[in-house]
């Protein structure tokens, strides 16, 4: 009886002992994301065939398609998650073409951030951002353009569904035209899945960014000052709507 117990008393204690680092490291997982995730290096698991989110991302996004099928719209995805790799390649194709048409580097650079990201800072890296617009409308040339999604633009009942909507699904627009932002220009089309994009936000901006942008080698990085990441940091990544902060 003795030994019994003593035995219980033990396969107990390791039980206890396997299952609440287990505990306590999923818990971890759900906060804590590794620089390289937040900068799009990551080989992260992303779901749905043509939305590449994250699951509970991906989950939410098809909540709300459906919702907005039942209303005529078609939500369909322009863009999702991108890698760094992606990102760096779209930076120094804008990098080349207006460098090539007689740009000094710090204009062209200036002028890419008008729209896109320095690669490492995207929020398209994170698998919780999406650009989006209505399928059903049948557009000529560029899509993610302002005016489209203005009165009497084909994207005009759409932008009318999601301001009225899009909150019930956790989907914020990042980049709002509210006249005192700074940094990225209105983007319409961009949304963020709030619940895991926030976290995220949190845990990138604790990161030393400076140190870690001047480590990259893509066209036109060589031309980052300290004083033009502080801007950028504090301009396009954190002057955005601040229900996303
Ligand atoms: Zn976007």
Known sequence: MQRRSFLEKSIF?????????????????????????????????????????????????????????????????????????????????????????????????????????IPGTSRHHWGTDIDIIDGYRKVDGDVLVPSKFE???????????????????DFYLVYTDEPKRKGFKYEPWH??????????????RGKNIPILLKEEDFLGSEHFTTGFIRDYIRNNILDINPELL
């Open 13 to 117: 204690t390791g039980l206890a002992l396997t299952v609440l680092p287990n505990v306590a490291l999923s818990q971890k997982r759900d906060w804590e994301y590794s620089i390289l995730e937040l900068m799009g290096k990551a080989d992260i698991e992303l779901f749905g065939k043509g939305i590449n989110l994250r699951e509970a991302a991906h989950n939410a996004f098809l909540k709300m398609k459906k919702a907005a099928y039942s209303d005529g719209i078609d939500i369909k995805i322009v863009s999702s998650y991108r890698s760094f790799d992606r990102q760096a390649a779209i930076f120094e194709r804008k990098y080349i073409s207006y460098t090539d048409k007689g740009m000094e580097p710090l204009a062209a650079i200036d002028k890419i951030i008008e729209y896109s990201t």
């Open 191 to 204: 949304y963020s899945y709030a619940p895991l994009s926030i976290p995220m936000l949190t845990e990138f």
């Open 151 to 169: 009165a009497g633009g084909p994207f005009e009942d759409f932008k009318k569904w999601m301001d009225e909507n899009s909150k019930k699904f």
